[in-house]
């Protein structure tokens, strides 16, 4: 009996590491660039067109062409780690979390950020969204979106 409840307990606790713990509401793209500051460090899920292009990785709305003003720049969890640790003060560790992926998330995140140049998909995505107080990110972009999580790859536009 025990090791039944043992097993249970550990099982929820591998959910819990394994997937969200914490609730998140779909927001658009529009949305966030629309009040940036309310989501800026916070954990968000998206749901847009992640394009990729000749040195540029963005999330933007699926019924425009995309532009600096009207998308987020896109880093993944890598990158972002990588930047921090070059970046941060010395004697200071950066405090990015990096999630912990099933196979079969870490299947999706990687057959996304390997498309070819000039694909547009559309994409349901998590991850920590920031808004630069100055400078920003890629080639004039205010705001980015660290890549946790693609929670869903839909059709090539």
Same mark, same amino acid.
């Given at each position: ?8 307990? &550990? ?5 819990? &590491? ?12 529009? %949305? ?6 309310? @989501? ?11 394009? +990729?292009? @000749? ?13 600096? %003003? ?22 200071? +560790?950066? *405090? ?10 870490? %299947? ?5 950020? #390997? ?15 920031? *808004? %630069? ?8 972009? +205010? ?10 790859? #839909?059709?090539?536009?």
């Amino acid at each position: 009996m025990l090791s039944n409840r043992l097993t249970f307990a &550990v099982g929820v606790v591998l959910v819990c &590491v394994t997937s969200s713990c914490q609730p998140s509401r779909v927001v658009s793209v529009e %949305a966030l660039l629309q009040h940036p500051e309310r @989501f800026n460090h916070l954990r968000v899920t998206v749901a847009g067109c992640y394009v +990729k292009g @000749f040195e540029r990785t963005v999330l933007g709305p699926c019924a425009r062409q995309t532009s600096p %003003a009207n998308s987020v720049w896109v880093d993944s969890t890598e990158y972002a780690l990588a930047e921090a640790s070059v970046t941060s003060d010395a004697g200071s +560790k950066p *405090t990015l979390a990096i999630p912990v992926l099933s196979r079969q998330e870490r %299947a999706r995140y990687l057959r996304l950020l #390997k498309q070819p140049s000039g694909t547009i998909t559309s994409v349901l995505v998590q991850g920590e969204f920031q *808004t %630069a107080t100055s400078g920003g990110y890629g080639p004039g972009y +205010k705001n980015r979106l660290i890549l946790h999580r693609v929670l869903q790859i #839909k059709a090539n536009q």
